[in-house]
């Protein structure tokens, strides 16, 4: 399954989101949950409050079938794809300290999944792959 939280960051922390991001694309890379989602992309938002305005949450997004991304000037395509947000504390991520910042993220990413039992899915074990993302979450130490 492909995995890949994106980053609509904007106050020069990306490196910590982008490690997580390699590192759970990388954990879920063999992994598979069932036909009904083959990718999953997390939009982490954190930015200063005078700009929330531009960078809202979308509305969970799920498109069964292919379909053809733009991502760094690439095609790519995708097939059975789950799309959905997620917004840190921009004051809170800002002063804390790597560690913190990172268990922020994880934290947020757990409490983000509720969104799986909200659009019942066809064909995709969110029990698993919840349980597998907390087990990762735990045995890295993030939380």
């Known amino acids: 399954m492909e995995f890949?939280?994106?980053?609509l960051l904007k106050n020069g922390r990306t490196t910590i989101i982008?490690?997580?991001?390699?590192?759970?694309?990388?954990?879920?890379?063999t992994?598979?949950?069932g036909e009904?989602?083959?990718?999953?992309?997390?939009?982490?938002?954190?930015?200063?409050?005078?700009?929330?305005?531009?960078?809202?949450?979308?509305?969970?997004?799920?498109?069964?079938?292919k379909e053809i991304i733009i991502q760094n000037n690439a095609e790519?395509?995708?097939?059975?794809?789950?799309?959905?947000?997620?917004k840190l504390s921009f004051e809170k991520f800002l002063r804390a300290n790597e560690f913190e910042a990172r268990t922020m993220l994880a934290l947020e990413v757990l409490?983000?999944?509720n969104v799986l039992n909200k659009l019942k899915i066809k064909d995709f074990n969110?029990?698993?792959?919840?349980?597998?993302?907390?087990?990762?979450?735990?045995?890295?130490?993030?939380?």
Request: hydrophobic share 40%; with cysteine.
């Open 4 to 7: 890949q939280p994106e980053s």
């Open 18 to 29: 982008s490690n997580f991001s390699e590192e759970l694309r990388n954990f879920f890379k």
């Open 31 to 33: 992994k598979n949950y």
């Open 36 to 65: 009904g989602v083959l990718s999953m992309f997390i939009g982490v938002i954190c930015v200063a409050p005078e700009f929330d305005f531009f960078f809202k949450m979308r509305k969970p997004k799920y498109k069964r079938g």
């Open 76 to 86: 790519i395509e995708l097939e059975s794809t789950l799309r959905f947000d997620l």
């Open 111 to 113: 409490n983000s999944l």
């Open 126 to 143: 969110n029990e698993s792959f919840a349980e597998n993302l907390r087990s990762y979450i735990v045995k890295q130490k993030i939380v």
